[in-house]
Structure formats: C-alpha cells, structure tokens
C-alpha cells in the first residue's frame, strides 16, 4: 500500500458517511438532533483542516456545501471523485472494501461505532485482506472486536476516542436534587431506565427524570411512568444545560452496550455523575469512578446510591484523554504518520 500523498497544499482526506439519514453540518449541533457519531466526525474533521483537505460523503445529503468541517458532499460523488491521500470510512466496512477496489493504492480506514452483529465475522479477514486497518472508539470496543473476529483474521486495530469539547467544565448552575436525566435515543434502554425510574420513585416521590430524545430513531418504550418529563431533541448547548441542572444521568440500563458513551463522558466533563450498569460495553472505561458504577439489576442499590447523591453527590471530572485537542492530535499523529511513509502496522497497533 502507497503512503499518504501530499498535494501541492494539503493532502485531500475524504471521510465516507454511508449510514447518515440525512446530510449533517456543524449547525445541526445547535438545533437538535445529531447522534454522537456524527457530532464526533464534524467535530475531529473540523480541529484537522489547518492540516489536511476534507471532504465529506454523506448518505442522505442532496447538496454539496462547504463548511467549516470541509466540503460535503452526497454520497453518490464519491465514485467520481479526484484521488484521495487517504479515505476514512464509518462504519460499514463492505462499503471500505468497495472503495479499495476503486482505489487499490489508497491507504484506507475503517472508523467504526459500533459493536458489529454476527453475520458480520468475515469482516475481520476481508478488511485484513484489503490492508484496512479498523479505528475503534475505546480500548473495551478493541477487545471485544477483538475476541469477535479471531486472532488469526483480525486486522490491525487502533484506538481513538471519541472527543468531549475542551472548553466543557463545571459551572455555578445550581443542581436539583431531585431531577435526573436521560440523554440518549429510546432503543438504549428507556423501557429499562421507565422501570428502574418507577422503581426508586416509589421511594423518594418528588423525583422527574427528564428524558432528551434525540429524535432519530422512534422506538417503542411502553408508557411512560409518573414523573417523566419529555424535552424532545435539543440541541448541544441546551442539552447540556441539562446536564448541569441534573443530580445525575440516569443511564442504570443493562441491555445496550456503548462503544464509548460520548453522553456518560460529558456529563462527568461538565461536573455531573452518570448512573450506569458496571460490566456493560465501555461503561466502567468511559466512567472509571466505582461510585459511578451499579448493578442496574438491582433495585436496592439504584435506590441508595440517588439517596446518598441527593445528600452528598460525587465530584467528578472530565478525563483528560477524551478531550478534542488530544484526540484530534491522535488523528494528527496517525494521519501524518501515514504521510511520512511510516509502516501502517506501528501506526494502528492498539495503544
């Protein structure tokens, strides 16, 4: 595979969205609406354009436009494309294979998001095949990808977080003592978070839980117990405003495993503790604080640890490792890397 080639200015990036429902730019962070995934692409391509040219393809966009994240695009553009230096898929790995067969010199990443299902376990010998090295969004998302495809399939595998706003910190917003949040899309567990809710409601009957959905998936959660209060999508700056009002993020689910949990890692960058199942995806990686950590199986112990919040909460903080200046500097590092001819492998090897 040929290094990163660099243009007469900046070496052309081209970041593939081939699973966006619609095209997204940096104001959709203020109106409400965007997934994690998304805000985490904007935000990384934004922080490398004093260093590279990118471009976005984007399922779902019907015109191209130029921004502050680079020049978007639709998805179909993509095949008409100039050459790139390098390409950044999301997500759907058949399509990186695609585009390998289009470009064959191109040295191409696979940027995943998720935890892939099990008619997926041929992705590790195709992608290795290819000389596709995988980006994963956390050190727990790496192993269990790892133990997913085999030793002997796996492809090279790095780790690069998702990035928490640096300027994001604790303020003098006053904490209600009896208000919770719920900050994520209904499918992760709000039928589950309803009845835990119920639950220690039973107990301390001036509770609210407020749930933020961001709208883009409709999910059937049963009715909503007394005490729910919906705010709809909002958007990043009104989120967390939320956030700050909060004692908590009630998160206590046990079904849906987070890859990383960009919510549970800004809450805690903002000063608020996140309530979340220990053992679940990257839960205890993302929110490390023991105190921070239950069994969401267990009524009793949801229950005591609102208690003792209501009467001292924990101060938490962000972890430094998840900040967009050090994660943007992780992609820096790795696309120049790549620039300088450096050997894929010593650049992709997890860390």
């Not at 039973?202 to 839980?209: A, F, G, V, W």
Request: net charge positive; aromatic share 6%; glycine share 6%.
């Amino acid at each position: 595979m040929k290094t990163l080639r660099h243009e007469a200015d900046r070496p052309r990036i081209a970041i593939v969205d081939p699973c966006s429902a619609a095209g997204y730019d940096l104001p959709d962070l203020e109106t409400g609406g965007l997934g994690g995934t998304e805000a985490t692409v904007l935000r990384i391509a934004t922080a490398l354009r004093a260093r590279f040219d990118i471009a976005h393809y984007q399922e779902g966009r019907r015109e191209r436009r130029q921004s502050p994240a680079g020049q978007l695009h639709p998805l179909p553009q993509v095949d008409g494309a100039a050459p790139f230096a390098a390409i950044i898929v999301i997500n759907r790995w058949k399509v990186a294979l695609k585009l390998r067969k289009r470009h064959p010199d191109t040295p191409i990443f696979l940027w995943l998001h998720v935890y892939p299902g099990r008619h997926n376990r041929r992705m590790g010998a195709a992608l290795k095949s290819a000389g596709i090295p995988v980006i994963c969004v956390s050190h727990t998302h790496a192993a269990k990808l790892r133990r997913f495809l085999g030793e002997d399939v796996k492809p090279l595998l790095r780790v690069i977080y998702n990035p928490v706003d640096d300027d994001l910190r604790p303020d003098v917003t006053p904490r209600d003592p009896c208000r919770l949040l719920f900050a994520s899309s209904p499918h992760k567990g709000l039928d589950e978070v309803f009845a835990q809710f119920a639950a220690v409601r039973r107990e301390i009957p001036d509770l609210t839980l407020v749930v933020a959905d961001p709208g883009y998936m409709r999910w059937d959660t049963g009715p909503a117990p007394e005490g729910v209060v919906f705010v709809g999508s909002l958007s990043h700056p009104a989120l967390i405003r939320q956030m700050r009002r909060a004692l908590c993020l009630f998160y206590p689910q046990t079904k849906f495993a987070e890859t990383f949990g960009l919510i549970l890692a800004e809450a805690n960058a903002v000063g608020t503790p996140a309530l979340v199942h220990d053992g679940l995806g990257a839960n205890a990686e993302i929110v490390p604080d023991p105190r921070q950590l239950v069994d969401g199986d267990d009524p009793r112990q949801i229950l005591a640890r609102i208690a003792e919040w209501r009467r001292s909460p924990p101060r938490v903080a962000a972890n430094p490792a998840f900040r967009l200046r050090t994660v943007a500097r992780d992609w820096l590092r790795l696309l120049e890397a790549t620039a300088a001819g450096a050997d894929v492998a010593a650049t992709t090897t997890p860390s």
